[in-house]
Structure formats: C-alpha cells, structure tokens
C-alpha cells in the first residue's frame, strides 16, 4: 500500500513570494490534515478536511494561507506572501473514515523563508 | 484548555537500557491518546494508542504505554532500548468538540542512545 506523498521535500523561497505544496493520501482515505512543525515543536493542525468539505481550520492563518481538496482527494496548501516565521516542516496526513483513526503522514515538505 | 506537556526535551540512555518518556495532558473527558515516533528526515509514525479498556497499551517496535487516569499521564516505556530507537517522540491527544475530533501534539522528547 503506497505511503501519504508529499512534493516538493523542500523549498527556499525569499519572504513576501508565495509557494504552494501538494498532498496525495493513501488511496481511500476521506479524511486529509495539514500540519505545521516549526523546529522544536510538536505539529500544530492548520486544517482537517473530510472527503473535500473542511471539518476544522480554525488555526489556519486565512490571511496568507489557503488550502483545497479538489474532488476529496489530493490537496494543496498555498503561503501568500510568505513570511520568515512561516519556515517549518508542512506535513500531510490521512486517515480513514473516523476521525480517531489512525493517522498516516508523509514525509513532509522542509520551508525555508528567506 | 486542552494541553500536552512532554517534560523532558532531550533524554539521553546507554543501549540496553530502559526507556520512560513522560506525557502529561489537560482534559476534561476522557482523552484518545498517542505516541509517535519521528526519525530525521521523516514523517511521524504512530507507536500506540488508547481509547479504552485496557490502561496498558502494547505498541510496534517493543513499546507499550500506560495510562494513568488519576495522574492524567500516559508515559511511554520500553524494557530494553536499540541504537536505532533514536528519534524524537511525540505524545498528542485527540479531543472532541461537536463531534470534531482535534489532535494536539506534545512538543517532543528527543531520545539519544549510547553505544
């Protein structure tokens, strides 16, 4: 069974440009996070969508960040402008149909703001 | 607020040794709680969780954790530690509002071992 995916690994932007990075979940899974994992600190959720209706955006920084699930399954997440405190690691998860099941994350995509 | 504490930032361990990574949460209700492990480089990969039932927790890679209700913890312990047990490890909770569920992670213990 194929792994979450996540593209790219990593990107170096200058401050105030805008970047977006891509999620496919594993095949089947209704329910897709993005987290943000600034270094030293657990993962913080920025957005839970169900199938591509969104459950949970509340920390989601609307004014600069945007995230879709086009026909609920891959998704992207957008920075417009970015700024230097956005530099983290943008992780993607999935899971299955309940939410307390377990979730499976990518690899993740390393930011770096300039 | 719902809240979990990892009071240990680094913990360093000869191998062979055992492990206890602490986990302290805030929760009104009964929590859903986990353990994941991340390797540089990586994402997270869950090593165990509890909803209910048995308080004792049995997890992949010879883990297994214990959920104290009295003392709102849910440390992670193994008996005998590996060189490639290094890692960081998160302990998160999952909490629910209107039948949303939240995960919120713990800031991380990063776990060296000796040779």
């Known amino acids: 069974e194929a792994g979450v995916a996540q593209s790219p690994r990593y990107k170096i932007i200058e401050k105030r440009q805008s970047v977006a990075f891509w999620c496919n979940p594993i095949?089947?899974?209704?329910?897709l996070y993005w987290y943000q994992q600034i270094l030293g600190q657990g993962p913080k959720l920025l957005i839970q969508?169900?199938?591509?209706?969104?459950?949970?955006d509340s920390q989601l920084p609307k004014d600069r960040f945007s995230a879709e699930r086009l026909k609920g399954v891959d998704s992207t997440l957008k920075i417009q402008p970015a700024k230097l405190e956005d530099s983290a690691v943008y992780l993607c998860?999935?899971?299955?149909?309940?939410?307390?099941?377990?979730?499976?994350f990518g690899p993740g995509t390393r930011l770096t703001v300039l | 607020a719902q809240s979990v504490t990892q009071p240990d930032i680094h913990i360093t361990v000869s191998e062979g040794a055992s492990l206890e990574l602490r986990c302290n949460y805030s929760?009104?209700?009964?929590?859903?709680l986990f353990w994941y492990v991340q390797s540089p480089g990586q994402g997270l990969q869950l090593l165990l969780k509890?909803?209910?039932?048995?308080?004792l927790v049995q997890g992949i890679k010879g883990f297994e954790a214990e959920f104290k209700r009295s003392q709102s913890s849910f440390n992670l312990r193994k008996p005998s530690v590996h060189w490639s047990d290094a890692a960081e490890y998160f302990c998160?909770?999952?909490?629910?509002?209107?039948?949303?569920?939240?995960?919120?992670f713990g800031t991380g213990t990063r776990l060296k071992v000796l040779a």
């Open positions: 998860a999935s899971s299955s149909t309940r939410s307390t099941d377990t979730q499976y």
């Open positions: 969508f169900q199938n591509n209706g969104v459950v949970d």
């Open positions: 998160a909770v999952a909490t629910t509002t209107s039948g949303t569920y939240k995960y919120i």
């Open positions: 929760y009104g209700a009964t929590p859903y």
């Open positions: 509890y909803f209910s039932g048995d308080t």
């Open positions: 095949s089947g899974h209704a329910t």
